[in-house]
């Protein structure tokens, strides 16, 4: 045994066992995925498959990869999911086609007050409106576990009143599948969903999550009580399989049946990740969300429940200098299998880490590794009186999606042992989180760093805590707060995750109750909890209860959507997003964020407020109506909505120019047409123009 110094003990250089696995650098395969793909094919046969996320050229061909063996699902512009034996890998490695990709990785889960606080109930009531909004004639798309399908929240006596449309359960094997996918079974009719009770347990159980998200964002609520926030939307359950591929297919099942059904489609994600890929909005699930944004999807999602972690560290090395950023790394719990530590630095410029395992005043630690000594991966352990503390690591020169060096450390848990970390560069940023390691390889659960016994060591902090999917640009991302009438007044919920991202953006956008919210619990679950109220349905008792979490508060604002999709059904996203922010409500709480015309690190805009975002709403589709009172039939459009291109008539048998304009009055596109053109619109933002042909004009949604 020796004793050493800590501060002196991670600069020492010492031996491990395991061989080191240099990493390809070939720009189409990120290094965590490369890990995966190794440890994949230690643990399975060639034959077993694996699930991709990948990014693909105009020239993918679907259909010839599915006669290679090689199953391509959902597909969010040109992103798209992968999955094929292990055995046909070297078929994406040499498709010219698939540009990049990413092993699927894993992902873990994140009333009548939150109408109040929101001001829902004043839209429901059409309090001050034209009329009552309550979500009708909008989807929406719970991706989730732990469904109850006959809930009387969403489902009352009589078809008419049962508003769930279908669920596909990702786990049960009895079949079918949706049209497009061959895995899983899909419920698509009431009485199938009734027969069938409740979805599947997976690695969470007979679980109650989804059935309570479903009841905050959408629930009709008994008797008056424990109202959702659009309790006449319909509704669509996923409960997929725990990756984010799997989610991806769940998304593009939403949208194809939200195109059947010819409505707007709002999905709520109330899960997160941390690890296992960049947290600023290029992974490849990001992008997907982005894309499929601008198609008319609207995603909400959950900010996170680091909020009180003080499981981030960052350090900003001026150029030269011999700093190090040297803190202890705490275990989450000791019911965990050991600590997820990962590294992100700034593109270009690389850094170095070591870590220790130290019992008191003995210590073995591991020797420094650079970024710049290129990407590789070793499983090996530190061998300390006799005892193998084992880790990984994986080292990043440089991530495919954003070029920054990276590192994950797992370490596997042992409580006799802390674990010390030290980090050093030359220049640039360098950001840690350290995060629980789960039995299913997610990484959402943070907990701190500190001091040790050290004064020399830093202090975590609970900043750039949004994490994946939150973190991508075009989805909403919602923090949480206590709601008016609760004991802490409006104020902001303490495990509410915080930004900013590292990239500089500001997350989240906005704020909503997420603190002992009440809503409806699966009556098939194996958990235990405290019921607000019971209610008897179908010769079951049934239970409503309160949880809290941004997975509450993200519904909260997910139904506050499908009230302002009523209302105008061509909203765009990043109109929803902007009137949604702009009408947040700023109080002694959040401060005068709006006068000050900043954005919170904590609240986003604000707190939401339905009532004031349905105002702005109104007041655009009348500016809309105004411009197109005096529009003349002899101008026609089709199909419009228009996707990729739209056909003008112009009534006119001679060459006429056409003018697209841009809600701004922009001119976006000018065409000549003689009595009948087709004009490519597949370039434009998604948004209300006005076609102008002579005197005559028209409204397009593109």
Not at 90 to 110: K, R, T
């Amino acid at each position: 045994m020796r004793k050493v110094l800590l501060l002196a003990a991670l600069l020492l250089a010492i031996p491990t066992m395991g061989q080191k696995v240099q990493l390809a650098n070939n720009g189409k395969c990120d290094a965590t995925s490369q890990v995966k793909l190794m440890q994949e094919k230690r643990t399975k046969s060639a034959s077993e498959e694996i699930r991709l996320i990948a990014k693909v050229s105009d020239r993918y061909d679907a259909k010839a990869m599915r006669a290679k063996g090689i199953v391509t699902g959902a597909k969010a512009g040109d992103i798209v999911t992968l999955r094929l034996p292990i055995e046909k890998l070297p078929m994406v490695d040499n498709c010219a086609e698939i540009l990049q990709y990413s092993v699927s990785h894993p992902v873990f889960p994140n009333m009548d007050r939150t109408r109040r606080d929101t001001r829902t109930d004043s839209v429901q009531s059409g309090l001050g409106l034209p009329q009552a909004y309550t979500g009708k004639n909008v989807i929406i798309g719970i991706t989730d576990w732990g469904f109850d399908y006959g809930n009387p929240n969403y489902n009352a006596k009589g078809a008419d009143n049962f508003r769930l449309l279908q669920a596909w359960d990702q786990f049960k094997l009895s079949g079918p599948a949706p049209e497009g996918f061959d895995y899983g079974t899909v419920h698509t009719n009431r009485h199938e969903l009734i027969e069938n009770k409740c979805d599947t347990a997976g690695l969470y159980g007979y679980a109650t999550h989804g059935t309570h998200v479903a009841g905050i964002s959408a629930g009709r609520g008994i008797d008056g009580h424990y109202t959702g926030q659009a309790p006449d939307a319909n509704l669509l359950f996923a409960s997929f399989k725990l990756d984010l591929a799997s989610w991806m297919d769940a998304v593009q099942w939403m949208k194809n049946v939200a195109q059947q059904e010819g409505k707007r489609l709002v999905v709520n994600n109330s899960w997160g990740m941390y690890t296992l890929g960049p947290i600023d909005g290029t992974s490849l699930a990001s992008q997907a969300i982005n894309n499929w944004s601008d198609s008319g999807i609207v995603f909400v999602v959950s900010g996170g429940n680091c909020g009180d972690d003080h499981f981030h560290l960052s350090k900003n090395f001026t150029n030269g200098t011999t700093d190090t950023l040297r803190s202890r790394a705490a275990y989450y719990n000791y019911h965990e299998n050991g600590q997820n530590i990962t590294f992100w630095g700034e593109p270009n410029k690389s850094f170095r880490i070591s870590f220790a395992m130290v019992n008191g005043d003995d210590s073995v630690c591991f020797r420094w590794v650079n970024t710049a000594d290129g990407s590789f991966y070793l499983d090996s352990a530190l061998t300390h009186n006799g005892e193998d503390l084992g880790f990984r690591i994986t080292v990043e020169q440089s991530n495919i999606f954003n070029h920054r060096p990276h590192i994950l450390l797992n370490v596997d848990k042992n409580p006799r042992y802390s674990i010390d970390i030290a980090v050093t560069a030359e220049d640039g940023t360098v950001h840690v989180w350290n995060l629980a390691s789960l039995d299913n390889g997610a990484g959402n659960m943070g907990a701190e760093f500190n001091r040790g016994t050290s004064l020399n060591y830093t202090m975590g902090d609970d900043l750039y805590g949004v994490g994946e999917p939150a973190c991508a640009d075009k989805c909403i991302a919602v923090a949480a707060h206590n709601a008016d009438g609760a004991l802490s007044t409006g104020v902001h919920a303490t495990f509410s995750s915080q930004g900013p991202i590292i990239d500089g953006r500001h997350k989240p956008e906005i704020s909503a109750p997420g603190v002992n919210v009440i809503s409806s619990i699966n009556h098939y679950t194996q958990e235990h909890y405290t019921a607000v109220m019971t209610y008897t349905f179908a010769n079951r008792e049934y239970i409503w209860a309160s949880m809290s979490g941004t997975s509450m508060s993200g519904p909260a604002v997910t139904g506050i959507v499908a009230l302002m999709l009523q209302a105008d059904s061509t909203l765009t996203p990043a109109e929803i997003k902007d009137y949604l922010c702009r009408s947040a409500r700023n109080d002694d709480k959040t401060g005068p964020l709006h006068e000050r015309d900043s954005i919170s690190n904590i609240w986003g805009w604000g707190k939401a407020d339905a009532l004031a975002a349905i105002n702005e709403v109104l007041a655009h589709v009348d500016i809309r109506q105004a411009d197109i009172s005096w529009f003349e039939k002899s101008l026609q459009l089709y199909p419009n909505p228009a996707s990729d291109r739209v056909t003008v008539l112009t009534g006119r048998n001679t060459p006429e120019t056409v003018t697209i304009y841009n809600m701004n009055g922009s001119v976006v596109k000018t065409q000549q047409v003689t009595l009948e053109g087709s004009m490519d619109v597949s370039t434009l933002p998604h948004g209300v123009y006005v076609v102008k042909c002579g005197a005559r004009t028209a409204r397009l949604v593109h």
